[in-house]
């Protein structure tokens, strides 16, 4: 369970986290533009999430699950449709005149995923407390 995890495991956990979220973007974006985009996203979390976090008075184990939950959750949805994502993605930059319709499939697959990765880390809250 998370409760059992020092704060220096979730350093661990949000690290390796951290290295597969990276890893499996620059497989997903299709240009590097896309891949800039993406690969902010971790240092976009650190500028706004621990501000939040000491805010709300948050432990550093609480912050680091989040950050976790949320580039884990970014993985979770986008690799299953990345080919799809990236085409998209593609298309538009190509094109940024044209709005490009995401497909129907990829964004009934990205709001379901999502949803549960966060209702799974509001159920797992609880037990870091």
């Known amino acids: 369970m998370p409760a059992h995890l020092t704060t220096d495991g979730w350093w661990l956990i949000a690290a390796g986290v951290t290295v597969v979220y990276m890893a499996a973007m620059h497989w997903c974006m299709p240009t590097p533009k ?22 709300k008075g948050y432990s550093v184990s609480h912050t680091l699950y989040l ?15 990345a080919k799809r994502v990236a085409a998209d993605i593609a298309e538009q930059e190509q094109k940024p005149w044209d ?3 995401l497909n129907t499939f990829s964004l009934y697959w990205m709001v379901g995923s999502a949803t549960g990765c966060i209702a799974a880390v509001a159920y797992l809250w609880p037990f870091l407390a």
């Open 67 to 81: 950050y976790s939950g949320v580039l884990v959750m970014f993985v979770v949805m986008l690799v299953p449709v």
């Open 99 to 101: 709005k490009v319709p």
């Open 34 to 55: 896309a891949k800039r985009r993406m690969f902010v996203a971790p240092l976009a979390g650190w500028i706004f999430l621990l501000p939040n976090a000491a805010i």
